[in-house]
Every structure is written in structure tokens, then in C-alpha cells.
């Protein structure tokens, strides 16, 4: 079975300021890891994924996020914060067999104040 | 253009009446899939469909059933309705199931009475 943990459900922080959100993951293969952006009252965009290769992983937005294996994260990064930013952020995971299925961590809402 | 579009997007209906969600996308995807979001429990898979006629349940199908005839269009069919239904929906697609890209509609919130 594959999960995904999102351990924070909110996050608080101010413009300037770093950013990592935290998500773990418990799959027996390679995973697929993604991470996707939800703006209040807007749908999921994509940010990025992990497939292969390097370990950091650039997206859109200025967002990365690196896969660390030793310990089954794939944590979210930006730096500087913007105020922009707040939404909530969803980590997925898709297994590598055809027939996985891709599961979302549970979000975690970010608040960036000015 | 790359689009995932839901209708209706928003819906009330009683409990016991039967709810047609509707979605369409216009990139060829093979793969197509409907998620409800509930708060604290971020998106919970209800089927997928990896073509025409291919369909798989997901994690939470009971109460619901599917519908994809056309590549391009994925219906999700609440035959009566329950209260617990409430809920938001989000269709998505994918190029092909593993490792790709997905698109999500704009969701269509369901509210069930």
C-alpha cells in the first residue's frame, strides 16, 4: 500500500522568510512524487514531480522540493516567501506499476503575511 | 488549450435524487479520474479510467458509478443521493496512468439535502 503524510496542516509565516513543507511517504518501489497548488476557491495546479535523476527537482513559481530516500520525504522549498504563496499545498505520490494509483497527502494550508 | 471542464459546478439536490456530474477535456488524455475533497481529508480517489470502456474503482467507490464512452468525456452518477455525499468534486486528467502531469477542472460542489 502506498500513503502519503503531510504532518502540518497549517503553516505561518511571514514575507521574506523561508519556506519548507513537509511530506513523507511509504511506498516499497520508486515512487512518483508530486506537488500540487490549490488558491482558495481555485482548482489544483501542478508545481513539480520527481521521477528520476537528480534529487532537487525545480517547478514553476520558484519552488523545488528534494527526494530523500533515506528517509522518505519529498519536502517543498521556496525562498523568499511571498505573500502570493498562501494556498494549500498538496503532496501526491504515484506508484511505478501501471495499475498504482496516484494518493494525496491530506494538504497543508500555508498563510504568508505581508 | 489545454482545459479540464466540470459541470454543473454547483448543485443542490435532495437526498435520494440522482446526480450527473459531467466532465470533458480537450488534450487527448487516456487517463481520467474523479477525487472529492472534504476538509481534513484532502483528495480521496473515487475511480479512474484508463480509456473508453476502462474503468477501475478507486478508494471510495461505493455510491457512485461511471461513465466514459467517449475519450474525451468522463461522467461520474450518484443514483440516490445520501447526505454524506455532500462534498467537493474535481475531475482530472493524465496523458497516460503512470508519472504524468494532472490536470484538474475547476471542481463542482455537490450538496446534498
Known amino acids: 500500500a502506498q500513503s502519503v503524510d503531510q504532518p502540518d496542516a497549517h503553516v505561518t509565516l511571514y514575507e521574506g522568510a523561508s519556506l519548507e513543507l513537509r511530506c513523507s511517504y511509504s511506498?516499497?518501489?520508486?515512487?512518483?512524487l508530486f506537488w500540487y497548488v490549490q488558491y482558495p476557491g481555485q482548482s489544483l495546479q501542478f508545481l513539480l514531480k520527481y521521477i528520476t535523476g537528480d534529487a532537487v527537482v525545480k517547478g514553476t513559481k520558484g519552488f523545488e522540493a528534494e527526494f530523500r530516500k533515506s528517509n522518505s520525504s519529498f519536502n517543498l522549498k521556496k525562498s523568499p516567501a511571498h505573500w502570493s504563496d498562501s494556498a494549500k499545498y498538496f503532496c501526491a505520490l504515484e506508484g511505478s506499476s501501471n495499475t498504482d494509483k496516484v494518493v494525496f497527502g491530506t494538504g497543508t494550508r500555508l498563510q504568508v503575511s505581508p | 488549450d489545454m482545459k479540464v471542464t466540470q459541470m454543473p459546478r454547483y448543485l443542490i439536490k435532495r437526498m435520494g435524487e440522482n446526480v450527473l456530474l459531467e466532465c470533458g477535456q480537450d488534450?487527448?488524455?487516456?487517463?481520467m479520474y474523479w477525487y472529492r475533497q472534504d476538509p481534513g481529508l484532502g483528495l480521496q480517489l473515487i475511480y479512474i479510467s484508463y480509456d473508453v470502456d476502462s474503468n477501475s474503482e478507486g478508494d471510495i467507490p461505493k455510491g457512485y458509478r461511471v461513465s466514459r464512452k467517449k475519450r474525451e468525456h468522463f461522467s461520474l452518477i450518484l443514483d440516490s443521493a445520501k447526505t454524506n455525499q455532500t462534498s467537493v468534486y474535481f475531475c482530472?486528467?493524465?496523458?497516460?496512468?503512470?508519472?504524468?502531469?494532472?490536470?484538474f477542472g475547476e471542481g463542482s460542489r455537490l450538496i446534498v439535502v
Open positions: 488534450m487527448s488524455h487516456e487517463t
Open positions: 482530472a486528467s493524465s496523458l497516460s496512468p503512470t508519472g504524468n502531469t494532472l490536470y
Open positions: 511506498y516499497s518501489a520508486a515512487p512518483y
